[in-house]
């Protein structure tokens, strides 16, 4: 296989897998342009790593593993403390179910939007606060008029409702935890 | 899955969790592959849940607001993700395509409170302003910022000071206490002098010129120049190096600290008490003022809880029948009302000097807790956690041989005024009162820790 016809395989699988791996590094690495800057640390890895990659295991696999090194070390810099087994551990093992949730990831997605289709008006907006302008509690409680406590309590109940949701949707005869 | 790991799941992607609170549930996850995947699962959700509203597919409610900036970070994080498919492709000899930047809405704070503050040119400092990256100057008065991640800095003019980003102040003149919780342990405040750090904290900090700056703790630890201190222990930081042991002397801050508190004033002789050494919550002997202090910044209720107060009135005695109710699932902050003259808690003398006082906080009593009973029976979840009350007898409750007199006299007087927030007290020195458990709506994050 020439270097074009192997970019052009790089380029397509990492098109693929790209949404994954940045939903697992934002699971982590929780300031957006941190995660924005360790993504694409994982997408310059990939591109000098591809050569040694094993093309009958599932690119994922492979892009999520350089993500979890990645983070690690992200970890390692961003820290105001050792990072112990426990958290090198954890970053395996959730990218471990990151990857075995990725066949069921569009049909949760797609629940997920009728269930949240279903939350009323003036909790949706406040999802959308925290969801699309990305407002943290505490601003989003000035903007409403509410405490940040409040609205704390609040994101949380609306998370614990949606997940009872795209249970009894994903599992129609099994009952929600 | 457990409740509390749930919440704790919903706290972390709200970004309320301390580094601490991380680690323990990093810890969590390691345990088993069921952790992890209950943990993943609730990621990729919250994951999903943001595409699905960028996408414009969960129909948004909301009327858009005038002159807000509702580009959200997600977008620029969508577009440093594209950048990095981008650098793929052009790496491969394929255009890059370019696009401007969104901006980010940069305010990580909010002027809270603004007590007769005023700017060098005598302009009023208005509260309600939400700020970012800036240098604020005000002439005198107190203003209280309230930061995103749960500190708040009460500053009293003059004062100038820079910041620098959410968790980084530069200090250059004034005096100020700050509040510090868990979510926002390594707030750092600079001066030209010494490098703050705190370690999950309340302390006060005063730089006058003159080359020092003083550093008091009242709670927790702070980290100055390198250096551990405690709380009840206060050093002085020289800008020729060197941190040195100082007085622990709290009275420079008597202004600022209840603003931190959620106090916003204190007139005639009510006091409110700066923690350290001397203090001892519950049996603070003072007969010189009412003091008060605050004893929990936040406590969920989780039973109804009844009251002895909640309306806005004239009082005159403490009624003993059933009380209002104040809901489960509030949240609460609370105060203790210390009115007991040292020594005087057995005399009722008709011609005692009066005891005055009034205070005004920042948010809405919802409850006055003033009788025996029920001060004892809160003290265990509402009380100071290192509040020592004793076996005396407290609250409102004037013995009843003296009952009719006061009452016909109108000796003592509680107001709790129609804003819900200021309370006035006028009563006749060396009554049996003794002491009164204020319940303020509390407006302090999740993450406070009480």
């Not at chain 2, 001397?278 to 004893?295: A, K, M, Y």
């Amino acid at each position: 296989m020439d270097d074009t016809e192997s970019f052009k395989i790089l380029t397509v699988e990492w098109t693929r897998a790209q949404p994954a791996v940045a939903r697992f590094v934002r699971s982590f690495v929780r300031n957006r342009a941190d995660a924005e800057d360790v993504l694409q640390e994982v997408a310059l890895a990939i591109v000098d790593r591809f050569e040694s990659y094993d093309a009958s295991r599932p690119f994922i696999a492979w892009a999520l593993g350089v993500a979890r090194n990645l983070v690690k070390s992200h970890f390692r810099k961003q820290l105001r403390r050792p990072i112990t087994a426990d958290d090198e551990s954890a970053v395996d093992r959730v990218a471990d179910a990151f990857e075995a949730l990725q066949p069921e990831v569009e049909e949760m997605k797609e629940a997920l939007a009728e269930c949240i289709r279903r939350v009323p008006d003036e909790e949706r907006r406040m999802l959308a606060m925290q969801y699309e302008e990305d407002l943290k509690p505490a601003v989003i409680a000035r903007k409403i008029g509410k405490t940040a406590n409040h609205v704390a309590v609040m994101l949380h109940r609306l998370r614990l409702g949606l997940r009872q949701c795209v249970e009894r949707k994903m599992n129609p005869h099994q009952n929600p935890s | 899955m457990n409740v509390e790991i749930e919440k704790q799941i919903s706290a972390y992607l709200s970004g309320l969790c301390s580094e601490e609170e991380v680690r323990i549930l990093l810890a969590w996850s390691a345990e088993t592959e069921e952790n992890a995947t209950a943990f993943a699962r609730a990621c990729l959700r919250h994951e999903l849940t943001g595409e699905l509203f960028e996408e414009g597919r969960v129909a948004e409610v909301r009327p858009p607001e005038a002159g807000s900036n509702s580009t959200s970070q997600r977008h620029f994080f969508q577009w440093g993700a594209a950048i990095a498919a981008a650098l793929i492709l052009s790496l491969i000899g394929l255009a890059i395509w370019t696009q401007p930047q969104p901006e980010n809405d940069s305010s990580f704070a909010v002027i809270a409170q603004s007590v007769g503050a005023r700017l060098p040119d005598g302009t009023v400092v208005a509260s309600n302003r939400e700020v970012g990256v800036e240098t604020i100057e005000i002439a005198g008065g107190l203003i209280r910022l309230d930061f995103d991640h749960g500190a708040s800095m009460t500053v009293e003019g003059p004062a100038r000071f820079e910041l620098r980003d959410a968790m980084h102040v530069y200090f250059e003149e004034g005096v100020a206490t700050f509040h510090v919780p868990e979510s926002a342990k390594g707030f750092t405040v600079d001066t030209a002098d010494a490098e703050v750090i705190d370690l999950g904290t309340a302390f006060g900090l005063t730089k006058r010129g003159g080359g020092k700056t003083d550093v008091c703790v009242f709670e927790g630890e702070v980290e100055v120049e390198g250096e551990r201190i405690r709380a009840g222990e206060a050093v002085s930081a020289r800008k020729d190096g060197g941190v040195q042991e100082s007085f622990f002397e709290t009275e420079i801050y008597e202004k600022v600290w209840p603003v931190t508190s959620g106090v916003l004033q204190t007139t005639g002789m009510m006091r409110f008490v700066s923690p350290g050494p001397g203090f001892f919550p519950g049996r603070f002997e003072d007969n010189q003022h009412i003091t008060v202090f605050l004893e929990r910044r936040q406590v969920s209720i989780e039973n109804a809880l009844e009251v002895d107060l909640a309306d806005p009135g004239e009082y005159r005695r403490i009624r003993r029948e059933k009380g209002p109710r104040i809901p489960a699932g509030s949240e609460v902050a609370s105060y203790l009302l210390q009115l007991d003259p040292v020594g005087l808690l057995d005399k009722w003398d008709g011609d005692k000097p009066r005891v005055e006082g009034q205070i005004t906080f920042d948010q809405p009593i919802v409850g006055l807790i003033a009788s025996g009973r029920k001060l004892l029976a809160t003290d265990i979840f509402l009380g100071h956690p290192d509040g020592n009350y004793g076996e005396l007898p407290r609250g409102l409750e004037p013995p009843k041989e003296n009952l009719q007199q006061a009452e016909a006299e109108g000796k003592d007087v509680l107001i709790l005024a129609a804003d819900q927030r200021t309370l006035i007290l006028n009563f006749a020195a060396g009554s049996a009162l003794d002491q009164i458990r204020v319940l303020v709506a509390s407006d302090a994050l999740s993450t406070s820790r009480n």
